[in-house]
């Protein structure tokens, strides 16, 4: 039922569509006018836009007629007319915004309008894809429309050379993935001279399959890495007792099943109810506890009993017979007191994190000499790290044992962990869970344990693409994520309709009480559809139930074809034929996406594609994709979902009101509720999975917010120092910042500074400068702040002018800025390093009643601090100590191992990762070395008893000087 507002004013989509109509018109209006332009007058619009365009017009000024003249261009090229729906959509997306347009609606084509237009100011136009094929399908399908009227369009692809990328990004219009343009503004801040920088600004980026994009990937920043110090034998050292544990666990609660059953029987429902309670919680996926829990009375005692606990906060008694406690919905597993007792029976406490800033205050307190003072905090800093690390190796193994599944969550190939990504179910060779879990994963299926990497370069997908000036999308699916994209991207949905009718059948959901039902009522719609010749699409969730289903049809006799992540080398060859008259394609998920699926002859007499959906996904809008296969420009189509009690979705988030009108029903095996009510309740869980994930996502923004700040301020000032010319003023600034934190140190007020403290800030000067001989500064005087700040900058330029002397104008400003990006570079990996530290641990705040945000904030904001204070000394001792060395030796820079695009969980944890292949850079975009004639060499040692470079404040030969 409508409301009495929207039945006056309309719907927000009938709004949307209402102020998109006179755009329409006005192009249309035009069309007449354009088809008489010969083919070279049509081309000399382009000019004629861009002399308006310098002449003060705008772009919305030339939008319908530069449109009428794409439309035109794309008749006379590639023989397709843009229909009033796809200009409508052109429109959406030239004000950056998204532009939900069902699958078929020729979205490729759409994006031409608004691409052109922008391209106009010559600043660049991006079209990022979520495939490397696509990229390339598109730019070269649409490429004759743009070279047609004038402009240039490229497309990116993973091994391109420099020369090829940077001429991708000159051209007016580039096409690419998200991880392409992502990793090269990585890339373009890592590099050493501004010839090898290929992006040349954000300006404007349609993001195809947006939903997909921004925010299935939003949890996996891009991130690229170099190899670590260190690899942790602990994994080998404590998978066993690990793995022991687990089985032990296993074999309680089988136990905990068969006295359940017993006292079921008995009808002593009160201790049966805390038995399975206890089954739920430490082993949910148990079989023998899946099969009880068919019944619906059992659900409801186990829903029951732990009400009843937790209300009288006795939840204690059920979990404290337990090793470790599962809760499957935030994917977490606790170890229990008992668990320690078993992993540490001499001292259970030596496994809980104890909270080592007591101790710290304690120390301070105490009358220790200062040397003696600092190697006490060294050993407490040093028992926390390692505890620390015991403890999350822990629970990563714990994890990779109970919560991820070989053949769902990941597969084994060639000897190594292979992720199994969960929206498309393809293989993603190369990217590994971070944080450890895959590490735990490899020493859980005993396969070699890879070595740890650090980061060098990071940005989320949701902060680069806020770098752009306009950003727009395009999708089948966003709607249902509207809240979200303009909460993270301030940016509006606006639904397109469809140019025919959608007369796709979606019929509601049927539901059984199990799985082994669910799968042969699958079999049986697959055989009936198949018999009369109607093609059908079967949508799993993941290769062990798409396997599953063909091993189901190949005793039927059904032929098909599987399209998992084990076999998507022949995805698009699959795809295209699932529309063939007889065919029934198995797709894990939403594998094939963005290839249209196209009715075979005598289909549509057939009712079209048939749609089977295995599961509910925890996202409707993927749901909705797998449905929007069918029924393409106005063809036939059906879709119907299956599900069980059983269900991951199900189990985890559905509502007990189903299993209750299950239970009043009085079904028996192989019965299904077929209700709308009941795809209600289904949709109304999955709102509850999407809510609780968008908190996830937003969370983990707030905290790459902090690095992003940090991130900006670094490659501004990088940036600064890319060019050569006024490198004085450059240096002289960096000198007056240490002055300025030196003086806040000491604490130098506005009035007269005494001699004793000019003396020691003159002692730090001429220390950083290298020079005392030939500057001296009076400490018989009073000095005021002002003076003495006067006369420090003066000093240093003379200082600098000295440095110049000696290496020559023209070599000078050269070796500063190498310095200075050397410093820079340096620091701020070992920054990031520190970094991923600081998140890895920060969750386990909240043990200790602190907010884990708050106190990311804090300890990130000190270590910013300090990462700025330390890249201002290097590089101002650095370039006062330098001295030439001819050599005629290649040098690189820096060592990039991998990229990685990783996911990360609601505490800005990483969970995944993604790498390619090694590379020896100082052009970061490119494979080999550039030589180089002049070899920058600082000399300085750091002896044992100086601060330790790292800034940790201890001495060198209690920090980095010990792993030497």
């Known amino acids: 039922m ?110 031409t309008l608004p691409l052109y237009l922008i391209a106009l100011e010559g600043k660049g136009a991006h079209l990022v894809t979520v495939n490397d094929y696509l990229a390339k399908r598109d730019a070269t399908w649409m490429g004759p429309i743009y070279e047609f009227l004038g402009l240039t369009v490229a497309y990116l692809y993973n091994n391109m050379s420099f020369e090829e990328r940077k001429r991708a990004y000159q051209a007016d219009i580039t096409y690419g993935t998200n991880n392409e343009f992502g990793f090269d503004y990585l890339r373009d801040n890592m590099a050493e001279d501004r010839e090898f920088i290929v992006q040349r600004g954000h300006h404007y980026a349609i993001v195809d399959e947006v939903d997909s994009v921004l925010i299935d990937e939003a949890r996996t920043p891009l991130i690229i890495s170099g190899p670590a110090d260190t690899a942790s034998d602990l994994y080998y050292e404590l998978n066993p007792l690990i793995s022991n544990l687990v089985k032990r666990q296993k074999s309680i609660v089988n136990r905990y099943l068969k006295e359940a059953e017993e006292m079921l029987k008995s009808g002593n429902t009160e201790e049966a109810g805390k038995r399975l309670l206890q089954a739920e919680k430490g082993d949910p996926k148990n079989k023998r506890l899946l099969k009880l829990k068919e019944d619906p009375e059992n659900i409801r005692l186990i829903q029951k009993t732990e009400f009843l606990y937790n209300q009288t906060k006795s939840i204690s008694e059920i979990e404290e017979d337990l090793y470790y406690v599962i809760e499957e919905k935030g994917n977490t597993v606790t170890l229990t007191e008992r668990g320690r007792a078993a992993l540490s029976p001499s001292n259970p406490e030596k496994l809980i994190l104890q909270d080592f800033t007591d101790k710290l205050a304690e120390i301070e307190k105490s009358n220790l000499p200062k040397e003696e003072l600092l190697r006490k905090k060294a050993e407490i800093e040093e028992e926390y790290l390692q505890m620390s690390e015991k403890l999350h190796i822990i629970n990563q193994l714990l994890r990779a044992y109970t919560l991820y599944e070989i053949d769902v969550d990941y597969v084994i190939q060639n000897g190594k962990v292979v992720i199994v990504d969960e929206f498309t179910g393809r293989l993603m060779p190369g990217r590994r869970y971070g944080e450890g879990l895959h590490q735990a994963i490899e020493a859980k299926e005993g396969v070699s344990i890879q070595r740890d990497t650090q980061t060098l370069a990071t940005i989320t997908i949701q902060n680069y693409f806020r770098l752009y000036d306009k950003l727009a999308g395009m999708t089948g699916t966003a709607d249902t994520e509207a809240e979200e994209f303009a909460k993270i991207y301030n940016l509006d949905v606006v639904v397109i309709p469809t140019n025919k009718p959608v007369i796709r059948k979606d019929y509601p959901d049927r539901i059984y009480r199990t799985s082994k039902e669910k799968w042969k009522a699958i079999a049986d719609e697959i055989e009936e559809c198949h018999k009369k010749g109607q093609p059908v699409l079967v949508g799993t969730i993941s290769v062990e139930k798409s396997e599953l289903l063909s091993k189901v049809l190949k005793k039927r006799g059904i032929k098909h074809e599987v399209l998992n992540a084990k076999y998507h080398e ?68 059906s879709s119907r979902f299956y599900l069980s009690l059983e269900d991951d979705l199900m189990r985890l988030f559905g509502s007990d009101k189903i299993s209750g009108l299950m239970l009043k029903m009085g079904m028996e095996e192989g019965q299904n509720i077929d209700s709308p009510l009941v795809t209600k309740a289904i949709s109304s869980a999955q709102k509850r999975v999407e809510n609780r994930n968008f908190e996830i996502r937003k969370q983990l923004l707030e905290y790459d917010n902090v690095m992003n700040d940090q991130r900006n301020y670094i490659y501004s000032k990088r940036r600064e120092f890319l060019d050569d010319e006024k490198m004085e003023e450059k240096i002289l600034d960096t000198i007056d910042e240490l002055i300025d934190l030196k003086f806040e140190e000491m604490e130098v007020s506005k009035s007269s500074i005494a001699p004793e403290s000019a003396y020691a800030i003159f002692e730090w000067f001429y220390d950083i400068i290298n020079n005392r001989s030939s500057i001296e500064l009076s400490t018989d005087k009073n000095w005021s702040k002002t003076e003495l700040r006067e006369a420090l900058i003066n000093a240093a330029k003379d200082a600098y002018k000295d440095k110049v002397l000696e290496l020559g104008d023209d070599i000078a400003p050269q070796v500063s800025r190498i310095i200075a990006l050397q410093s820079i570079d340096k620091r701020w990996k070992d920054h990031l390093y520190e970094m991923d530290g600081l998140r890895e641990g920060i969750s386990y705040q909240a043990y200790a009643q602190k907010d884990p945000l708050i106190e990311y904030k804090f300890q990130a904001f000190k270590l910013f601090q300090e990462l700025i204070k330390n890249i201002n000394t290097e590089i101002v001792k650095n370039i006062f100590r330098v001295h030439i060395v001819p050599t005629t030796k290649q040098r690189n820079i820096w060592q990039i191992n991998k990229v990685q695009h990783e996911e990360f969980n609601q ?49 060198y030969k209690y920090c980095h000087g010990r792993k030497q």
């Open 907 to 955: 505490f800005g944890e990483p969970v995944s990762a993604k790498r390619s292949k090694s590379k020896l850079l100082k052009n970061p975009h490119e494979e080999g070395m550039v030589k180089v004639r002049n070899q920058v060499i600082a000399e300085k040692k750091i002896g044992r008893n100086d601060p330790c470079w790292c800034g940790s404040g201890k001495k």
């Open 2 to 111: 409508k409301s009495p507002i929207v039945k006056i004013f309309g719907s927000k989509h009938e709004r949307d569509v209402k102020r998109l109509r006179p755009y329409v018109d006005k192009i249309n209006s035009l069309e007449n006018e354009i088809k008489s332009l010969s083919d070279e007058e049509l081309r000399c619009k382009t000019d004629e836009f861009k002399q308006r365009l310098q002449q003060g017009e705008n772009l919305d000024d030339i939008l319908p007629e530069a449109f009428a003249v794409v439309r035109e261009a794309a008749v006379r090229t590639i023989g397709m007319r843009h229909f009033d729906v796809q200009l409508m959509g052109g429109v959406v997306l030239y004000q950056g915004k998204i532009a939900e347009m069902k699958t078929g609606e020729g979205k490729t084509l759409v994006a």
């Open 570 to 637: 022949k995805e698009a060859q699959i795809i295209a034929k699932a529309g063939e008259k007889g065919a029934v394609t198995i797709a894990t998920n939403m594998a094939g996406r963005g290839t249209d699926i196209k009715l075979g002859e005598g289909v549509r007499e057939l009712g079209g594609l048939h749609i089977i959906g295995t599961e509910r996904h925890e996202a409707r809008r993927i749901d909705n994709q797998l449905r929007g296969r069918s029924g393409r420009q106005g063809d036939p189509g």
